[in-house]
């Protein structure tokens, strides 16, 4: 006799602490649209009712980039974000941004949250043991589900060495067939669910190789997939970003198999009757930063926001904002995927928190053409590398000053074709004064003379909107495909 049951999973991926409605993009024939969407007392509303059309059969998952992403977020470490989540009926979560505490702040998190943090990749050095669960197993309407989580690979090769103190990260994929093997075999599961934050590519290559998994929860790369993926037998969808969306999964099952699935990325539309619980923690955690965040600090006539792969506004604006603050010739910083777009019209000082919430220190360091060159190709590798496991998140490492004409397709260390800095070519023997912002805009291992301003990349911003009035940043060709 068949088995015949259904699953509705739903995924929230990469919100980095977006509290409240905020500014999205979406793409139209002719260009960007904007308008507000997001905020998590409307994803609650959202939640309550897809539990309500199908009780006891919902699974609700969260891939990380969650507790960090704003400034009330970083301020308290995650703290401002605990109770947020913990009120949304989340059954488990991978992670990434959340190390940005450190790993000893994040375990401290992850024990206030009334759901765990999955993760079969990261290991504590000393002991080589698994610092979070590798699984959980949920028995949801008759059927028992085996959930995995994967955590980001990048945090100890691409991030600063605070993320990862005391603790070493893998790709999961050694580790991925046994887990998979003992949920079939001595947990007797019926279903295996996947939530990665490895990026859809590496997830899409992860799936080609270790086969067992019905459906991978992908984040990290902030893909809006409108249909399921198939790779093999494995589905997969990726939810955009900034809690603009949610993912829903409808799965029709007979006999531990998918028989048939209805999709659907729905979007976190303003119009939706806001939670009133949630919508009360959430005004009672932001109350400390209210004012601060509130103040208008300045005015934009350019659209600023990051959707765009070789270069983008809000970059552009953050780096013409750290050239004119240090005089240096050349201004780097990383390729961030995360901060809401900014509209034309008044900005706030939250809108320059959330385009860069750490707020660091502008450094200044001493970097010769050669140097240059070798930067922008591993980055450009990094980028668009044939293999997606060698790609290490972000868009191009976002630069000013300069024009690169590169061909993407090439092979690594072969891309680049020319460079300009400013209308000379670049010279390989000299030197150049180049500013960034934190060690993802320029590495240790390349320049000299390296130092720090004491001014910080926001105070930086806010001294560019007072002189320049009203802002512009438009897209400048600063990388340039041949």
């Given at each position: 006799?068949?088995?015949?049951?259904?699953?509705?999973?739903?995924?929230?991926?990469?919100?980095?602490?977006?509290?409240?409605?905020?500014?999205?993009l979406f793409w139209k024939a002719n260009g960007a649209e904007y308008r507000q969407v997001g905020g998590y007392a409307r994803i609650a509303t959202l939640v309550k009712q897809i539990r309500e059309s199908?009780?006891?059969?919902?699974?609700?998952?969260?891939?990380?980039?969650?507790?960090?992403?704003?400034?009330?977020?970083?301020?308290?470490?995650?703290?401002?974000?605990?109770?947020?989540?913990?009120?949304?009926?989340?059954?488990?979560?991978?992670?990434?941004?959340?190390?940005?505490?450190?790993?000893?702040?994040?375990?401290?998190?992850?024990?206030?949250?009334?759901?765990?943090?999955?993760?079969?990749?990261?290991?504590?050095?000393?002991?080589?043991?698994?610092?979070?669960?590798?699984?959980?197993?949920?028995?949801?309407?008759?059927?028992?589900?085996?959930?995995?989580?994967?955590?980001?690979?990048?945090?100890?090769?691409?991030?600063?060495?605070?993320?990862?103190?005391?603790?070493?990260?893998?790709?999961?994929?050694?580790?991925?067939?046994?887990?998979?093997?003992?949920?079939?075999?001595?947990?007797h599961v019926d279903l295996i669910i996947l939530i990665s934050h490895l990026g859809f590519p590496q997830d899409m290559k992860l799936m080609s190789e270790v086969a067992g998994v019905d459906l991978c929860?992908?984040?990290?790369?902030?893909?809006?997939?409108?249909?399921?993926?198939?790779?093999?037998?494995?589905?997969?969808?990726?939810?955009?970003?900034?809690?603009?969306?949610?993912?829903?999964?409808?799965?029709?099952?007979?006999?531990?198999?998918?028989?048939?699935?209805?999709?659907?990325?729905?979007?976190?539309?303003?119009?939706?009757?806001?939670?009133?619980?949630?919508?009360?923690?959430?005004?009672?955690?932001?109350?400390?930063?209210?004012?601060?965040?509130?103040?208008?600090?300045?005015?934009?006539?350019?659209?600023?926001?990051?959707?765009?792969?070789?270069?983008?506004?809000?970059?552009?604006?953050?780096?013409?904002?750290?050239?004119?603050?240090?005089?240096?010739?050349?201004?780097?910083?990383?390729?961030?995927?995360?901060?809401?777009?900014?509209?034309?019209?008044?900005?706030?000082?939250?809108?320059?928190?959330?385009?860069?919430?750490?707020?660091?220190?502008?450094?200044?360091?001493?970097?010769?053409?050669?140097?240059?060159?070798?930067?922008?190709?591993?980055?450009?590798?990094?980028?668009?590398?044939?293999?997606?496991?060698?790609?290490?998140?972000?868009?191009?490492?976002?630069?000013?000053?300069?024009?690169?004409?590169?061909?993407?397709?090439?092979?690594?260390?072969?891309?680049?074709?020319?460079?300009?800095?400013?209308?000379?070519p670049l010279d390989r023997t000299r030197t150049y004064l180049t500013a960034f912002v934190t060690d993802q805009g320029v590495s240790l291992k390349y320049g000299k003379r390296r130092s720090v301003m004491?001014?910080?990349?926001?105070?930086?911003?806010?001294?560019?909107?007072?002189?320049?009035?009203?802002?512009?940043?438009?897209?400048?060709?600063?990388?340039?495909?041949?």
């Amino acid at each position: 006799m068949e088995n015949k049951t259904t699953l509705t999973v739903i995924q929230m991926n990469d919100s980095h602490a977006y509290f409240n409605l905020h500014q999205e993009l979406f793409w139209k024939a002719n260009g960007a649209e904007y308008r507000q969407v997001g905020g998590y007392a409307r994803i609650a509303t959202l939640v309550k009712q897809i539990r309500e059309s199908n009780k006891d059969h919902v699974l609700f998952c969260d891939n990380g980039d969650t507790l960090n992403g704003t400034y009330p977020a970083i301020k308290t470490q995650g703290a401002a974000m605990i109770p947020v989540v913990n009120a949304l009926g989340l059954d488990a979560m991978s992670s990434h941004w959340e190390f940005a505490y450190g790993p000893s702040v994040f375990k401290t998190r992850a024990e206030e949250l009334n759901f765990p943090v999955l993760a079969i990749n990261i290991y504590d050095k000393e002991t080589n043991e698994l610092i979070f669960p590798p699984f959980i197993v949920k028995e949801i309407g008759g059927l028992k589900v085996g959930v995995i989580g994967i955590a980001s690979n990048i945090v100890d090769t691409t991030m600063p060495p605070s993320f990862s103190e005391g603790v070493r990260f893998t790709l999961g994929k050694d580790e991925l067939p046994t887990v998979i093997e003992n949920l079939k075999t001595n947990e007797h599961v019926d279903l295996i669910i996947l939530i990665s934050h490895l990026g859809f590519p590496q997830d899409m290559k992860l799936m080609s190789e270790v086969a067992g998994v019905d459906l991978c929860l992908s984040g990290h790369t902030h893909n809006r997939t409108v249909q399921p993926v198939h790779q093999g037998n494995t589905l997969i969808i990726q939810s955009g970003c900034h809690g603009s969306f949610l993912g829903r999964i409808d799965l029709n099952i007979i006999n531990s198999k998918i028989s048939d699935y209805k999709f659907e990325l729905i979007e976190v539309d303003s119009n939706i009757t806001p939670d009133p619980m949630i919508s009360d923690i959430i005004e009672r955690e932001l109350a400390p930063f209210k004012d601060k965040l509130s103040m208008i600090v300045g005015e934009t006539a350019t659209a600023l926001h990051r959707y765009t792969m070789l270069e983008s506004t809000m970059d552009n604006f953050l780096l013409q904002s750290i050239l004119e603050a240090s005089g240096a010739v050349l201004a780097f910083s990383n390729g961030w995927r995360y901060g809401a777009p900014i509209i034309p019209g008044p900005v706030t000082l939250n809108d320059l928190y959330n385009i860069i919430p750490m707020d660091p220190t502008i450094g200044l360091v001493e970097i010769t053409g050669d140097e240059l060159i070798s930067m922008l190709e591993e980055n450009l590798e990094r980028t668009f590398a044939a293999d997606p496991y060698d790609q290490m998140g972000g868009y191009i490492k976002r630069g000013l000053g300069l024009t690169v004409y590169f061909k993407i397709e090439n092979a690594p260390g072969h891309r680049i074709q020319q460079v300009f800095i400013g209308d000379q070519p670049l010279d390989r023997t000299r030197t150049y004064l180049t500013a960034f912002v934190t060690d993802q805009g320029v590495s240790l291992k390349y320049g000299k003379r390296r130092s720090v301003m004491s001014v910080h990349a926001v105070e930086a911003m806010q001294a560019y909107l007072a002189k320049h009035k009203p802002l512009h940043a438009e897209l400048r060709g600063t990388y340039i495909p041949v």
